[in-house]
Each structure stands twice: as C-alpha cells, then as structure tokens.
C-alpha cells in the first residue's frame, strides 16, 4: 500500500489532514489486468514515429474505473474493456507506461511498452574485394565486411544469411562461376530498415586474364581538374581483348593502348581499370 498525506493551512493557522491510500498491483493478484494485444512485442522496434496500442483490461474483483496511457485517459469499450490509442514517439527508446484503476479500492495494475523508433537504414562496408575487381586462380573467395547499425537484426549474402561477431563483422565463403559474378550484401535492421550493397566479380582462370596497365597518370599524381585523362596498355595472349573499363567508363582501344575519361571527385581517388575478353 502506498499512503499520501495532504495537509493544507489557511492563514489563520487552521489546519486539515487529509490520507489517500493507493494499493500498486504489477502481476497476479485480484487486481485489473492489462493485456496489451498490437505491438505483439516488447521491446518492439519500428521505423516510424506514430503506435496505435489495443489490448483490454480484464476486471479483477471489481469494476476497472479508468486507463490512462502515458497520463491521458483512454477510453475503454464494452463488454470486455477493449481499447485503442495512438502516440507519436521519438527516434530511439520511447518507455510507455499504462496503468488501470479498480473502482473502490483503487488497486492500480501497471504495465510499461518499451518501443525503439529507427529510421535509419544500416551501412554496409565490404573490405575484402572491391567492385570490378578480376579473381585469378580459385573459385573460392571469402568476403569479408562490416554493417554499422547498433539495432542491426540480420545480413544476407546472396540470399544466405551470415553470422555477425560482436562488433557487426562478418566473414563468408563464396564459390564463384567462370566469367562475372554479382554479390549481393542485403542488411536489415530490428525496424526492418534495409540497406543493399553489390559488387561485381570476375572469375577468370590462372594465366588466361588479359593484362592491363596505367601510363598515365602517375600513382599518386595531383590534379585540380574534375576530370582525368586515364590511358594505358592492354594485352590479351588469346588476342580476344573485348574491352577496358576504367571506373564504369568505357575506353576507346587502338590496338594495345587505350585511353578513358573519368569524373573524379574531391579528395584521394582509386582508379581501376578492367580488361575483358
């Protein structure tokens, strides 16, 4: 039981004391209880900021007076104190407390929703391979990568889903065919935030790849300019050199040399060049 004081004074010293004894039942007992039916979970995770909450106040030994949801009386519905209610929340962990009153004796049955709003979709990073990247020699690689999301539920890669360490990292074996193949790192989140990561693969056999190089510009070279004039041999043994790719661009080939015009963007840039046959 939990018993309030009230004393209130008038100017000339008179004096009047008045108790209120509120009884607090979480659980069991005699007392109202609230069953919350929508979110099915708790803790309940969601991308948006509003809630309707339903569920119903079963009666203990006495009629249930009120329920008030966060401080706001809520209306309940015959026969079998039904409710509904909607909220708007804020991004990250929102505590809703709901509380049911007994007529008479005033038995109070509370129950507390913790639901976490995340409108942020995760961040995937592969660090083992790059897009566009040419695999010699084994079929067998093992990409490796890292999600950043602290609500993060689940990673699948080509539709297969991946262990996650303690620090969101993954690693996982991948048997590629012969010629181009596309990885695809899907990541959702407890609010089923989605975030897609793919790169291109190319498998191509041990000593069968054609064989590209830069001469211009130069490793390490500075520019002010947006773009940059990339040029460069290529060489196929087989003589069957289709085409050389430089950052998703398409080059121009006369004979062995090639050349390509790439947009480049502030900063440290990496600059790839594919030959494919």
């Known amino acids: 039981d939990n018993t309030l004081t009230f004393q209130v004074w008038d100017r000339t010293g008179n004096t009047a004391t008045y108790q209120y004894v509120i009884n607090v039942q979480q659980g069991g007992g005699s007392g109202p209880q609230i069953t919350i039916d929508d979110p099915p979970s708790n803790p309940h995770y969601q991308n948006h900021y509003d809630i309707v909450i339903v569920g119903r106040v079963q009666e203990g030994q006495h009629p249930v007076e009120r329920l008030l949801i966060d401080g706001d009386e809520v209306d309940l519905m015959p026969p ?32 507390r929703l913790h639901v976490f709003v995340d409108t942020m979709e995760p961040m995937v990073e592969i660090f083992s391979h790059y897009d566009g990247q040419v695999i010699e ?79 211009s510009p130069q490793d390490g070279s500075f520019t002010s300019s947006a773009t940059v004039l990339c040029e460069g041999t290529a060489t196929d043994v087989d003589g069957d050199l289709q085409s050389v790719i430089v950052n998703g661009v398409t080059a121009t080939i006369n004979g062995d040399q090639w050349s390509a015009e790439v947009t480049i963007s502030e900063g440290s840039q990496q600059i790839t060049a594919l030959a494919r046959h």
């Open 80 to 111: 079998d104190n039904e409710f509904d209610y909607l909220l708007f929340l804020w991004e990250g962990e929102n505590e809703i407390v709901l509380q049911a009153f007994e007529e008479q004796t005033g038995l109070l049955s509370e129950e």
């Open 137 to 215: 020699g084994s079929p067998t690689i093992t990409l490796q990568g890292f999600v950043d999301d602290e609500n993060i539920d689940r990673v699948l890669v080509n539709g297969q889903e991946v262990t996650l360490d303690q620090g969101n990292e993954f690693s996982h074996d991948i048997t590629l065919n012969p010629g181009e193949n596309t990885i695809a790192v899907i990541a959702f989140d407890k609010a089923e935030n989605m975030a897609e990561h793919f790169l291109s693969l190319t498998l191509e056999s041990a000593g069968e790849a054609p064989e590209v190089a830069f001469t």
